[in-house]
């Protein structure tokens, strides 16, 4: 960024007229190179991809390189080559759903095509271009149409195009050619070729699996709301600590923006999920892992998303000088937000390690707690105590109101999360303190005092060595062993 | 459905066996007819789409079935059948992208592979395979790299692909194809006479415009915006009416779903902006048309969206017995709501009929003026006067809190709108109302009375033919004449 800015300093310096072309062209590259580099830094995987596709192009082009395979396939080799350029996507998932809808679209077509062809033909001579551009028409039609379909578009819309294709080619194209079943047969095992080099090479060299990326993108979603929530509860309710914490935070407000791309997430996370489900079982996802429920949780996490929008134009709007009844509901409200903040950071962990969520209901249950004590603040304390203007309390009123609605969204999105958790069998959780202390358990230097069934959460209390009576309840600290 | 409900009766009654298979068929058979008539109704323009494919389909077919042109092209006319069927889109703009992509694509990547065939031929026999592998490979994984610039990705996405395809079919099929230069021209000749076809199809038979789905889309989405606000103004502070509109209202529930769609609206509007730069002048949309605008205004209709669904969760949150607070208040905030929602259909309005929005910016006013009324009901109605309790009152003052927001994210949308309206020179409303007033001032029975420089607005008296003293100020209910 600096040799860009000295570039245009210097263009807009008095060197002017020709000379300044170069510049400016210097400055352009200059430009594209950090772009480049910025694009292939955020996912290096996009430079793997893109020597993956190279390589798969070369290797098939060695059906035309190779004189026996030349001698075998002939031209038809560039469907080879055809099949490679429009079937290898970024992911493996997008790959297969292509390979697949190819692979039996041309061989219904080609089949069907070879039919109408032979039909066309007892037709004779005058009758045949007649009736094949009629049936071409039909299918062609009634295809196109198809494609209108929202489950047909989803996954099978490149399959349907790729019918009309064949079917198309095999039908017109058979009407001058005499030898169509060999060169069916031709294009097909070199569309076989191309699709299975494509596959190979997606899956075996660094692979982009879909549903890695929808569950990474669901975690990292319930993280950004979560970022918000912390930072939030720091920012509006700052006023009560030192005047330094508010400065900080005002440099950190970049995690106040994470929430807009939560926002925007609908259509990655479509089509993520649409690939994810052609792929084979990969690292902790069997095949029919449930990566419906990955949008559903999506969905909720939208919607509190919308609430957090709504939430931030209240940022800025915090009294001056704290009034009575401001500090009274201060407590529960930066309790609503940072136990909601913890509660998603606990589900979003959970989705991260592929393990059951535990604390996050504590957390809501906390949370709700506050909630319930701010209402009883409104409540106990009639409007006759309070000695404000109204108009400088209902910020702080309308804030913990939608964070009480946020509250009700977490919830939702924490039921979504444990069916998300019991439907891929996720494990209970086991960080490296608690498998310590299940070692501390196992030889027996910890005893534990209550063991709840749901969560298999063990409450223990550490011994020390020596046995004394100053035992710990790990309990109070959220330490408790899941299994 | 009736049919269909009646299958499904028979289908669970005592039949059973063999016998229930044809009817579960046969109820799927309905339920597919119900279905595709429902899409085709829905917008009949996908049946015309349809017959247009089929159509293109058969129209190239004759390069095979005509003698001469089968003649001229031979085998090559295949490629024009696959530049139609990967070509047609639905609108006007998504044909003319690939198209015109497809047509440089070609003709760039053929020359560059003709030139690479000619270098790799000066390496000698064996050196040959070699460096077209090494060249095809490079060019390969440049150009796939390309397509994650996400400037190339929006627009020369399409090209960047059939560059790459392109050039590895002729560098490659080079190798052993001998007149390469014909073979070349031939295919040029295809592609463009299948591009051609699907060009003069798609934009002289029904055209589909994404630039007039974008326009018509905007509108709508302002318009659900409006019609939530409108119909939430009588769903929460109906108490005051009699009993009948809560019912009322509670059958038009469905007024309070559409702003859902808004907030989904991202990934069409985007796509139709993209398309709909490609379009050439159309109906009252020229060529530069700032579609762009289009695009920020959707911003913020989603942003206003998000407000609005923070709004949802209040709607049945208005107290049983209206206390006198919330009787206070009730007027400036039905107001608010009744002339935010004014102020949406205005804009709505002005963006469907192509007019200036004069309107909005004074119900804008209006709704502002309503919200520092209520602001001013809060300063002076000190809490000691409100015998209430705080909580009742809560649910009020936070959707009158976000009513305000809204208001002020309405006044973005209403700039964002007046910037289009003078980018895209929209004329100054003529409604028939107001033409026939227009014409009443043409002969001299109407007296102008106060002329508004910036929008052109007259007041108007009306007289009577008698010419008596019962004038009526026009202005008063809204009917002024815009120029």
Known sequence: MEIDSSNQEKSTGSGGGIKAIPRKFKAKVVEIVVKTKKIGQDDPRRVAHSAKVGLALTLVSFLYYFRPLYDGFGQAGMWAILTVVVVF???????LSKCINRGFATLLAGALGIAAEYLATLCGENGEPVLLGILVFILATTS??????????????YGVLIFILTFSLVAVSGYRVNQI???????????LIGAATCIV???????????????????TNIEK??????????????FLGDEGSVVASKDDKFFLQGYKSVLNAKATEESLANFAWWEPAHGCFKFHHPWKQYLKTGVLARECACHIEALTSYINSRPQVPSEFYRNIHQPC?????????ALKDLAGAIKN???PCEAETHVKNSKAAANEFKSILENSSLLAIQDDVQ?????????????????CIEKISDSIHELSEKSHFKNANSPEKQQQKQLLHRGIVKPINIDANCNHVAIEIHGKSEDNSSVQATNKGEAVHM
Chains 1, 2 share one sequence.
């Open 201 to 219: 090479i997606s899956i075996c060299i660094c692979p982009v699996w879909a549903g890695q990326d929808l569950h990474n993108l669901a975690a």
């Open 89 to 95: 996507e970024y992911t493996v998932g997008g790959t």
């Open 334 to 342: 930066v309790k609503m937000s940072l136990e909601s903040s913890k």
């Open 354 to 356: 592929l393990t059951h």
């Open 225 to 238: 709301l979560a970022s918000f929530l912390e930072g939030f509860g720091d920012e509006f309710f700052s």
């Open 392 to 408: 400088e309390i209902v910020p702080a009123l309308v804030v913990a109101s939608i964070l009480i609605n946020i509250i009700n």
């Open 144 to 157: 196109t149409f198809m494609r209108f379909f929202p489950n047909i578009k989803r996954r099978y819309d």
């Open 181 to 191: 079943i060999q060169l069916a047969h031709q294009r097909l095992s070199t569309i």
